[in-house]
């Protein structure tokens, strides 16, 4: 907590297959049916009630932010995080996904989209550069993250790890800021996966407003003073921060 500033602290909890908590914390919450058995529902009021359900056990654990859900295409039927996701289709991949995400903030919590964009791969994924025209990334890629921000209005989306045509994804301003809010209206907040390696200041000034699980003060103070990032840019991440506050019960 920030009690200067009367700023209270908020607690994320990972998903997606319902909120998950180390097994040493002795604490038990539903399995909900993975994002892959739902999308073969082609019932988006299953996943709202199934968000509306995770987001009830989020509050009974003082959880407030809940990492789910996954909505990357299944391009490779080896990827290791399928289970995660809905679909090789966007369409059904983003109407399913926006259901849940209402069904989540319906309860005043929030849920982050993720991970954004073309985390296809789960294979050195720090490292893998996601190469595909503007087209395919545009009409495949994107399309779901697209449906949920204009249908159900998340309070937060997921940055990922991974390079796109050799810009990283969490320093990847067109993504970040000329993509996400200004051609989709996004206004919520941004945040890193956890432990990523792109430089927090690039991050910060791409719109990137939060760095997890840890940030890096005294470079974004270094790339200040050198005038690699402004205080406006700084600005208005802490104001997406604060927003995502305000908006959670």
């Known amino acids: 907590n920030n009690p200067v500033y009367g700023i209270p602290n908020i607690m994320t909890a990972d998903g997606p297959a319902g909120i998950r908590f180390t097994p040493e ?9 993975c994002a892959t058995l739902l999308g ?13 359900a995770a987001a009830l056990e989020a509050k009974e654990n003082n959880i407030m932010v809940w990492l789910a859900p996954g909505v990357n295409i299944h391009r490779n039927p080896l990827c290791g995080r399928n289970f995660e996701y809905f679909s090789e289709d966007p369409l059904l991949a983003g109407k399913q996904a926006a259901s849940l995400v209402r069904g989540v903030q ?4 929030a849920a982050t989209p993720k991970h954004f964009a073309l985390n296809n791969k789960e294979t050195d994924r720090r490292h893998s550069d996601s190469r595909a025209s503007e087209r395919a990334i545009r009409e495949i890629y994107l399309k779901q993250f697209e449906i949920i921000v204009k249908e ?4 937060s989306i997921m940055s990922s790890y991974n390079i796109i045509n050799g810009h990283r994804a969490s320093e990847n301003k ?16 941004v945040t890193t996966d956890w432990w990523t390696l792109g430089e927090h200041y690039k991050e910060t000034a791409a719109g990137n407003d939060m760095k997890m699980a840890t940030g890096f003060p005294d470079r974004l103070q270094e790339a200040m003073e050198k005038g690699a990032l402004n205080r406006e ?4 991440a802490a104001e997406n921060i604060l927003r995502l506050i305000l908006r959670i019960d």
């Open 106 to 109: 319906s309860n005043r919590i």
């Open 25 to 33: 914390l002795g604490v038990t919450t539903t399995a909900f049916p």
């Open 174 to 189: 067109d993504l970040l800021t000329g993509i996400l809010r200004e051609e989709w209206g996004f206004d919520g907040m």
């Open 152 to 155: 159900a209005r998340p309070w």
């Open 40 to 52: 073969c529902t082609w019932d988006p009021q299953i996943t709202y009630e199934v968000g509306a």
């Open 233 to 236: 840019e700084m600005e208005k």
